[in-house]
T-cell receptor, first 114, second 114 residues
């Protein structure tokens, strides 16, 4: 069964450093998403992406964040200058369509900012 | 605005007894509602979804949920708990309109005792 994969599973970085989190969505899916979950808090929507552009983003997704689909398979989230409060589990998801369609989630990348 | 509230942060049951995880929603639209499960160190897996068809929705692993508009509830049930059901469960509503954004509840930890 096809699944969303994410690498790395755990990333440790120093405050101020740039990090890139990688995701490989399910191959025939067209919509891609990033969510995050700070320890002890709810899972929060960050951004959705379709046709090589952002279709929706939350207020969390400020100028420090960017997303890209650099090739036909990968979908990346870049944090330009990490802060302590960026420490969280980051989930990638994908769906065939937007609207009513089911989103399939990856296992997550745990980002720790020291 | 769409939102969900999971009424219990932690539920403990004995193996073989029924499971009830409670969720209330708030929506100005006809909602799309989901239950996702997260096992330790795993991604978020879709259990079931409601998208305005039958009000009783059957999911994987014997779980089901009933959409009750009059009570604005979407509780998750299972007749007989298994040890492997121990996990974190999330009630989720899709944001209004054609958005792909999912809005998560705070999660319920299900403990299953032998």
């Amino acid at each position: 069964e096809p699944e969303v994969t994410q690498t790395p599973s755990h990333q440790v970085t120093q405050m101020g450093q740039e990090v890139i989190l990688r995701c490989v969505p399910i191959s025939n899916h067209l919509y891609f998403y990033w969510y995050r979950q700070i320890l002890g808090q709810k899972v929060e929507f960050l951004v959705s992406f379709y046709n090589n552009e952002i279709s929706e983003k939350s207020e969390i997704f400020d100028d420090q964040f960017s997303v890209e689909r650099p090739d036909g398979s990968n979908f990346t989230l870049k944090i330009r200058s990490t802060k302590l409060e960026d420490s969280a589990m980051y989930f990638c998801a994908s769906s065939v369509l937007r609207g009513q369609d089911t989103q399939y989630f990856g296992p997550g990348t745990r980002l720790t900012v020291l | 605005a769409q939102s969900v509230t999971q009424l219990d942060s932690h539920v403990s049951v004995s193996e073989g007894t029924p499971v009830l995880l409670r969720c209330n929603y708030s929506s100005s639209y006809s909602p799309s509602l989901f239950w996702y499960v997260q096992h330790p160190n795993k991604g978020l897996q879709l259990l079931l979804k409601y998208t305005s068809a039958a009000t009783l929705v059957k999911g994987i692993n014997g779980f089901e949920a009933e959409f009750k508009k009059s009570e604005t509830s979407f509780h998750l049930t299972k007749p007989s708990a298994h040890m492997s059901d121990a996990a974190e469960y999330f009630c989720v509503v899709r944001g209004g309109g054609n958005t792909g954004k999912l809005i998560f509840g705070q999660g319920t930890t299900l403990q299953v005792k032998p």
